[in-house]
């Protein structure tokens, strides 16, 4: 009789465990569910926001608004001003008669020396 409980126990609690796991993963399903829905809600008020806006840009309003602010376009009948900017005249260079003498750089070897061993003052 005490193996036939003891059989009984472990049975019930083999299948307790097994509804027990069948209950969580029921509930992170939900959980995955839930998620799904509100993303599947962010998509689609997303993608009637762009769809908002390709029925806009596929208007003639919006051509002529692209045609008149990025390329300069107008109606006819329109008066173009158009404005005028004066020209700046350029001073006259002053002549120079021979070009400035440039200084001739030290040799790199002395670069290096008065780099390396920098001279000393005596005071």
Same mark, same amino acid.
């Given at each position: 009789?005490?193996?036939?409980?003891?059989?009984?126990?472990?049975?019930?609690?083999?299948? @307790?465990?097994?509804? #027990?796991?069948?209950?969580?993963?029921? $509930?992170?399903? *939900? !959980?995955?569910?839930? %998620?799904? =829905?509100?993303?599947?809600?962010?998509?689609?008020?997303?993608?009637?926001? @762009?769809?908002?806006? #390709?029925?806009e840009s596929?208007?003639? $309003?919006?051509? *002529? !608004?692209?045609?008149? %602010?990025? =390329?300069?376009?107008?109606?006819?009948?329109?008066?173009?001003?158009?404005?005028?900017?004066?020209?700046?005249?350029?001073?006259?260079?002053?002549?120079?008669?021979?070009?400035?003498?440039?200084?001739?750089?030290?040799?790199?070897?002395?670069?290096?020396?008065?780099?390396?061993?920098?001279?000393?003052?005596?005071?």
């Open positions: 009789m005490p193996i036939l409980t003891l059989v009984l126990v472990a049975l019930s609690l083999w299948t @307790l465990s097994g509804f #027990v796991g069948q209950v969580l993963t029921s $509930a992170q399903t *939900e !959980r995955n569910q839930a %998620e799904l =829905r509100a993303q599947n809600n962010q998509i689609a008020t997303e993608n009637a926001q @762009l769809a908002t806006q #390709v029925a596929e208007s003639p $309003a919006y051509a *002529e !608004r692209i045609l008149r %602010e990025q =390329r300069g376009y107008a109606r006819e009948g329109d008066t173009v001003i158009l404005p005028s900017f004066p020209e700046a005249t350029p001073a006259p260079a002053q002549p120079t008669g021979q070009p400035a003498p440039t200084a001739v750089p030290a040799p790199n070897w002395k670069r290096w020396l008065q780099a390396l061993f920098p001279p000393t003052r005596d005071t």
